[in-house]
């Protein structure tokens, strides 16, 4: 039996656990310090923010941590932001990733309803341009994978930001098509709120998004070879 939770307390040790699943699963360069997840559960736990909600689900398998996947609700834009998801070998191809993926949805749903006092807008995910479930993801009619160079920032000094593809899954209204405007804010909330950079507008990486999407007024599909 696996069993799926999520974390609260910064001193599990389920914690300590799922981020060294994570260090095997990501570059070093894509993943946060373990500090970050245990300042997001003291805030959680100390309720300190408005409109954020930090999770971090684990699953477990005879006491052992096999699969985790983090996110958080963003109410000012009333989005869900898919943070990490990882699955250790030997539980893979039982779907698991779908399983810890609908249950942090379900999380959002909850929080929209509870920040924002209205269903929630959608979900939005980093991937990879070679990640073999993009061109699954892109079938799916509500899904927008969208059209511009997006940077995951620069997680650590010395780190370059990560080049990567910005989907947008829809569950109010399906569009083919986001204004620029809506866009620069939903940009924005994800390095501010999400990443904590302080001055999203002072790195390079965050202005050259919004060089190449302020000449247009709507951002589209992403054609993808």
Do not use: C
Not at 99 to 122: C, K, Y
Not at 131 to 145: C, F, G, Y
Not at 189 to 198: L, N, Q
């Amino acid at each position: 039996m696996i069993r799926i939770r999520e974390i609260t307390d910064a001193k599990d040790p389920a914690l300590t656990a799922a981020y060294a699943l994570l260090k095997r699963n990501f570059h070093a360069d894509e993943r946060v310090a373990i500090s970050e997840w245990r300042s997001s559960l003291r805030e959680k736990a100390d309720r300190v923010h408005s409109d954020l909600a930090w999770h971090l689900l684990v699953a477990e398998q005879d006491g052992v941590v096999v699969g985790l996947n983090s996110g958080t609700y963003i109410g000012s834009i009333n989005l869900g932001m898919i943070g990490y998801l990882a699955i250790a070998a030997g539980a893979r191809s039982n779907g698991l990733g779908s399983r810890l993926r609908s249950r942090l949805r379900t999380r959002f749903e909850r929080d929209a309803l509870t920040l924002r006092g209205e269903p929630l807008g959608g979900i939005m995910g980093e991937v990879s341009l070679t990640n073999p479930w993009l061109r699954s993801l892109a079938r799916r009619p509500h899904v927008l994978v969208l059209d511009f160079p997006y940077y995951q920032p620069s997680l650590a000094p010395g780190d370059a930001p990560s080049p990567f593809v910005l989907y947008l899954e829809q569950l109010q209204h399906v569009r083919t098509r986001v204004p620029t405007t809506e866009l620069r804010r939903i940009l924005f909330a994800v390095w501010r709120r999400v990443y904590r950079i302080v001055r999203p507008l002072d790195r390079p990486a965050f202005r050259a998004m919004m060089r190449n999407i302020d000449t247009r007024r709507t951002i589209g599909r992403r054609t993808l070879s």
